[in-house]
T-cell receptor, first 113, second 114 residues
Framework: DSGVTQTPKHLITATGQRVTLRCSPRSGDLSVYWYQQSLDQGLQFLIQYYNGEERAKGNILERFSAQQFPDLHSELNLSSLELGDSALYFC????????????FGNGTRLTVT | AQKITQTQPGMFVQEKEAVTLDCTYDTSDPSYGLFWYKQPSSGEMIFLIYQGSYDQQNATEGRYSLNFQKARKSANLVISASQLGDSAMYFCAMREVRDDKIIFGKGTRLHILP
């Protein structure tokens, strides 16, 4: 058990809709990262938060947004969904330090129909 | 910009043999960390091993070792005495000290044959 909790595990929705993915980091970790993994693809970095502040941004679409709350949980909001947004979305948390590994949640499988 | 390259999309290896998964990276930051993760068919991401850019020794964790060649910017994962349970996707990743984001390669799918 990584200690990172992601909800929901599965989400099926229609094109044009909006969804919210939720992540609770491992106790003590201040950094939260979001990744998108499409079928048989690597992990695309979306965005990182550190202690409530946006720290780094990757290839995140303008239709997507995220935030980290004072209790350190994070939410990823996906709007105006398209078929191509269907993917596995991972949240991961990390401690400080170059050698701190990412601890991943089990992911949210999003299917857009 | 960070870049991670894994040139082997798929590999087939006989059980009990050693296997090397290739990873090259590109960075101008002198301080960085390299990670390897395993993703079984069940989908979870499992951290395997870490190597820091200033580490003098190659990292080892049980059957996993990292063949770190800094001048060549390569960080190959070596799995000794492979087992059927090693069949999975393997990802190489890098974090630079100046930019905390962690970038992943496209992965190598490893199949262990009985």
């Amino acid at each position: 058990d990584s200690g990172v909790t992601q909800t929901p595990k599965h989400l099926i929705t229609a094109t044009g809709q909006r969804v919210t993915l939720r992540c609770s980091p491992r106790s003590g970790d201040l950094s939260v990262y979001w990744y998108q993994q499409s079928l048989d693809q690597g992990l695309q970095f979306l965005i990182q938060y550190y202690n409530g502040e946006e720290r780094a941004k990757g290839n995140i679409l303008e239709r997507f947004s995220a935030q980290q709350f004072p209790d350190l949980h994070s939410e990823l909001n996906l709007s105006s969904l398209e078929l191509g947004d269907s993917a596995l979305y991972f949240c991961a948390s990390s401690g400080t330090g170059l050698n701190s590994p990412l601890h991943f949640g089990n992911g949210t499988r999003l299917t857009v129909t | 910009a960070q870049k991670i390259t894994q040139t082997q999309p798929g590999m087939f290896v006989q059980e009990k043999e050693a296997v090397t998964l290739d990873c090259t990276y590109d960075t101008s930051d002198p301080s960085y960390g390299l990670f390897w993760y395993k993703q079984p068919s069940s989908g979870e991401m499992i951290f395997l091993i870490y190597q820091g850019s200033y580490d003098q020794q190659n990292a080892t964790e049980g059957r996993y070792s990292l063949n770190f060649q800094k001048a060549r910017k390569s960080a190959n994962l070596v799995i000794s005495a492979s087992q059927l349970g090693d069949s999975a996707m393997y990802f190489c990743a890098m974090r630079e000290v100046r930019d905390d984001k962690i970038i992943f390669g496209k992965g190598t799918r490893l199949h262990i044959l009985p």
